[in-house]
Structures are given as structure tokens and as C-alpha cells.
């Protein structure tokens, strides 16, 4: 069983920047795509980016592309979404999320099979 485990939200000022951090346990993340989502209550689940599971590819949605990165250690079997140019429409519950393939089918909320608890960001003045 993958354990993941959101870290690094909070409350930042617009334009702010966040890193956001998925550390996994149980099982290594090797083998698995990692992607990053975010929810807002009353909205449904927004893909934002993922990574395959050697790092070499990452797919990136229309409201993270430019602004954020994702990125992988798997020696440290964490990944990490950073985000720049922060928007109050960015404030969410923030989710990392496995599954064995990666690619837009995964952003669409296809084949997971672990999700983490999420980590709320707030942006705000």
C-alpha cells in the first residue's frame, strides 16, 4: 500500500510563490506517475500536472502551464509541485495522487489508485 502525504501549503500574498511537497511511504514511488490536483468546495477536481515515473516526461494544464513546475526525487520518493505568480483563484486544497500510467488520461482523473489527504493554499491579501 502508497501512502501519500501533502506538505508545504498555506497562506501567500498574490503574485507569492509555494512549493508543495508529496512524500510517499509504504512502497517506492518508481514505478508510479505522480500528478498534482486541486479542488475547490463546490467544483469539481482540476488535474493540474504530471510526471511520469523515470521524470522525463510532465504534462502540464492550461491553469498551471507557465506558472508552474513539477518535478521528481525519487531517491527521496517525493514530488514536488513548485508554484509561481500566485492568484486568489488559485486558493484549493491541493492533492498528490499515483497511478501506474501516466499522461492526460491520469489529469482527467483515470486510473489512480492513491490519492493523498491534500494541503490547502490560500492566496490572499
Known amino acids: 500500500q502508497l501512502q501519500l502525504v501533502e506538505s508545504g501549503g498555506g497562506l501567500v500574498q498574490p503574485g507569492g510563490s509555494l512549493t508543495l511537497s508529496c512524500a510517499a511511504s509504504g512502497r517506492s514511488l518508481d514505478y508510479y506517475a505522480i500528478g498534482w490536483f486541486r479542488q475547490v468546495p463546490g467544483k469539481e477536481r482540476e488535474g493540474l500536472a504530471s510526471?511520469?515515473?523515470?521524470?522525463?516526461?510532465?504534462i502540464y494544464a492550461a491553469a498551471s502551464k507557465g506558472r508552474f513546475t513539477i518535478s521528481r526525487d525519487n531517491a527521496k520518493n517525493t514530488v514536488y509541485l513548485q508554484m509561481n505568480s500566485l492568484k486568489p483563484e488559485d486558493t484549493a486544497v491541493y492533492h498528490c495522487?499515483?497511478?501506474?500510467?501516466?499522461?492526460?488520461?491520469?489529469?482527467?482523473?483515470?486510473?489512480?489508485?492513491?490519492w493523498g489527504e491534500g494541503t490547502p493554499v490560500t492566496v490572499s491579501s
Open positions: 510526471i511520469s515515473s523515470n521524470g522525463f516526461t510532465t
Open positions: 495522487a499515483a497511478a501506474p500510467f501516466g499522461g492526460w488520461d491520469f489529469l482527467n482523473g483515470y486510473g489512480i489508485h492513491y
